[in-house]
Nanobody, 122 residues
Protein backbone atom coordinates (compact mmCIF):
# COMPACT_ATOMS: atom_id res chain seq x y z
CA UNK A 1 0.00 0.00 0.00
CA UNK A 2 1.27 3.46 -0.91
CA UNK A 3 -0.04 6.69 0.58
CA UNK A 4 0.54 9.98 -1.19
CA UNK A 5 0.32 13.43 0.38
CA UNK A 6 0.54 16.54 -1.75
CA UNK A 7 1.64 19.95 -0.51
CA UNK A 8 2.82 23.26 -1.88
CA UNK A 9 -0.37 24.57 -3.40
CA UNK A 10 -1.61 28.08 -2.82
CA UNK A 11 -2.50 31.40 -4.38
CA UNK A 12 -0.10 32.93 -6.89
CA UNK A 13 -0.28 35.71 -9.43
CA UNK A 14 -0.21 34.99 -13.13
CA UNK A 15 3.37 34.61 -14.30
CA UNK A 16 4.47 33.31 -10.94
CA UNK A 17 5.80 29.94 -9.84
CA UNK A 18 4.96 27.19 -7.40
CA UNK A 19 6.53 23.86 -6.53
CA UNK A 20 4.24 21.04 -5.54
CA UNK A 21 5.50 18.11 -3.51
CA UNK A 22 4.16 14.58 -3.25
CA UNK A 23 5.41 12.66 -0.23
CA UNK A 24 4.98 8.91 -0.51
CA UNK A 25 4.97 6.19 2.08
CA UNK A 26 6.19 2.68 1.37
CA UNK A 27 9.55 1.19 0.45
CA UNK A 28 8.87 0.67 -3.25
CA UNK A 29 8.21 4.25 -4.34
CA UNK A 30 11.43 4.32 -6.33
CA UNK A 31 10.08 1.53 -8.52
CA UNK A 32 6.79 3.21 -9.36
CA UNK A 33 5.93 5.62 -12.09
CA UNK A 34 4.61 8.85 -10.59
CA UNK A 35 2.34 11.38 -12.24
CA UNK A 36 0.48 14.61 -11.68
CA UNK A 37 -3.09 15.25 -12.74
CA UNK A 38 -5.37 18.19 -12.18
CA UNK A 39 -9.06 18.98 -12.07
CA UNK A 40 -10.27 22.49 -12.76
CA UNK A 41 -13.70 23.64 -11.59
CA UNK A 42 -16.41 22.16 -13.77
CA UNK A 43 -13.95 20.09 -15.82
CA UNK A 44 -12.79 16.52 -16.01
CA UNK A 45 -9.53 15.45 -14.43
CA UNK A 46 -6.66 15.75 -16.88
CA UNK A 47 -3.12 14.47 -17.13
CA UNK A 48 -0.31 16.94 -16.48
CA UNK A 49 2.99 15.06 -16.29
CA UNK A 50 4.54 11.67 -15.55
CA UNK A 51 7.96 10.39 -14.53
CA UNK A 52 8.79 6.76 -15.29
CA UNK A 53 10.79 4.98 -12.61
CA UNK A 54 12.55 2.81 -15.19
CA UNK A 55 14.81 4.96 -17.33
CA UNK A 56 13.58 8.25 -15.92
CA UNK A 57 11.60 9.28 -19.00
CA UNK A 58 9.19 12.17 -18.53
CA UNK A 59 5.95 12.99 -20.33
CA UNK A 60 3.96 16.20 -20.36
CA UNK A 61 0.62 17.41 -21.52
CA UNK A 62 1.01 19.86 -24.38
CA UNK A 63 -0.43 22.72 -22.37
CA UNK A 64 2.38 22.57 -19.78
CA UNK A 65 5.38 21.79 -21.97
CA UNK A 66 8.14 24.29 -21.36
CA UNK A 67 6.48 25.61 -18.21
CA UNK A 68 6.21 22.65 -15.81
CA UNK A 69 8.82 20.10 -14.79
CA UNK A 70 8.31 16.81 -12.96
CA UNK A 71 11.08 15.31 -10.89
CA UNK A 72 11.60 12.94 -7.98
CA UNK A 73 13.96 12.32 -5.10
CA UNK A 74 13.81 8.62 -4.32
CA UNK A 75 15.95 9.06 -1.21
CA UNK A 76 13.19 11.28 0.18
CA UNK A 77 10.31 9.27 -1.33
CA UNK A 78 9.08 12.51 -2.84
CA UNK A 79 8.02 13.68 -6.26
CA UNK A 80 7.81 17.29 -7.36
CA UNK A 81 6.05 19.42 -9.91
CA UNK A 82 7.80 22.70 -10.62
CA UNK A 83 5.31 25.10 -12.19
CA UNK A 84 6.49 28.31 -13.87
CA UNK A 85 4.81 31.01 -15.94
CA UNK A 86 1.51 30.12 -14.34
CA UNK A 87 -1.70 31.16 -16.04
CA UNK A 88 -5.21 31.62 -14.69
CA UNK A 89 -6.24 28.49 -16.60
CA UNK A 90 -3.80 26.48 -14.48
CA UNK A 91 -6.13 26.98 -11.52
CA UNK A 92 -7.14 23.51 -10.35
CA UNK A 93 -6.75 20.88 -7.69
CA UNK A 94 -3.54 19.01 -8.43
CA UNK A 95 -3.28 15.33 -7.64
CA UNK A 96 -0.28 13.08 -7.33
CA UNK A 97 -0.62 9.50 -8.55
CA UNK A 98 1.65 6.46 -8.49
CA UNK A 99 1.95 3.06 -10.16
CA UNK A 100 0.57 2.91 -13.64
CA UNK A 101 -1.98 0.21 -14.36
CA UNK A 102 -2.13 1.06 -18.05
CA UNK A 103 0.62 1.46 -20.64
CA UNK A 104 -0.10 5.11 -21.33
CA UNK A 105 1.55 7.59 -18.92
CA UNK A 106 -1.71 9.51 -18.91
CA UNK A 107 -3.81 6.47 -18.13
CA UNK A 108 -5.00 4.91 -14.88
CA UNK A 109 -2.93 4.80 -11.70
CA UNK A 110 -3.36 2.65 -8.63
CA UNK A 111 -2.61 5.17 -5.87
CA UNK A 112 -3.82 8.75 -5.52
CA UNK A 113 -3.31 11.61 -3.13
CA UNK A 114 -6.02 13.91 -1.81
CA UNK A 115 -4.94 16.87 -3.91
CA UNK A 116 -3.67 20.38 -3.32
CA UNK A 117 -5.37 23.55 -4.55
CA UNK A 118 -3.53 25.87 -6.90
CA UNK A 119 -5.15 29.21 -7.64
CA UNK A 120 -3.65 31.59 -10.16
CA UNK A 121 -4.96 35.14 -10.09
CA UNK A 122 -4.90 37.24 -13.23
Amino acid sequence: QVQLVESGGGLVQAGGSLRLSCAASGPTFSRKTVAWFRRAPGKEREFVAAHFWSGGATYYADFVKGRFAISRDNAKNTAYLEMNSLKSEDTAVYYCAAERIQDSPSGAYRYWGQGTQVTVSS
